[in-house]
C-alpha cells in the first residue's frame, strides 16, 4: 500500500503548505485498521493492454 505516485502526481509534503513552498516535510502514516468495528473492503483493478483470446459471446441476448 502506498500514500504516493511521484513523479505521477505532485508530491504532498504532509504539511498543509504547497509543495514549491517548502523545504521541510513530515512522515505520513496510514494505519490499518481491521475487526467489526472498521469495516472496509479493498478493490484491486488490473490493466490489460491486449487480450490473448476473444471475449466469451454472451448468450442473453
Known amino acids: ?3 504516493s505516485c511521484h513523479p505521477r502526481w505532485d508530491r ?3 504539511t498543509g503548505t504547497p509543495a514549491y513552498d517548502s523545504a ?3 512522515v505520513a502514516r ?3 485498521r481491521m475487526g ?3 469495516p ?3 478493490v484491486i483493478g488490473t ?3 491486449f487480450r490473448r483470446t ?3 459471446s454472451r448468450s442473453d441476448e
Do not use: K
Request: proline share 17%.
Open 36 to 38: 467489526e468495528d472498521y
Open 47 to 49: 490493466l490489460c493492454p
Open 24 to 26: 521541510e516535510s513530515a
Open 30 to 32: 496510514q494505519p490499518i
Open 40 to 42: 472496509s473492503r479493498v
Open 54 to 56: 476473444a471475449p466469451p
Open 1 to 3: 500500500m502506498t500514500s
Open 12 to 14: 504532498n509534503l504532509n
